[in-house]
């Protein structure tokens, strides 16, 4: 990322992530704290989750237009 541009995508798209990954998180968490081991389960530990769980799709994603022969 030599230019300014390249930065900037960069952020937004952890950015974007983050905010995925937050929106994510607040619609699971509830469903796994009322299950009896979910209680043990912080917020934190959900978000990072499903962070990772964002972070393999958009990986699968990549891999896939590269399967298909685009170059990235």
């Known amino acids: ?18 905010v995925g990954a937050n929106i994510i ?3 699971v968490y509830p469903t796994v704290t009322r299950d009896g ?13 499903s962070l990772f769980a964002l972070l393999a799709a958009c990986l699968l994603v990549l891999l896939a237009f590269e399967a298909a022969g685009y170059r990235m």
């Open 1 to 18: 990322m030599h230019n300014w541009s390249g930065w900037l995508a960069a952020i937004v798209f952890i950015v974007l992530l983050n």
């Open 37 to 49: 081991t979910g209680r043990r389960i912080a917020y934190r530990v959900v978000f990072v989750g």
């Open 25 to 27: 998180a607040q619609k």
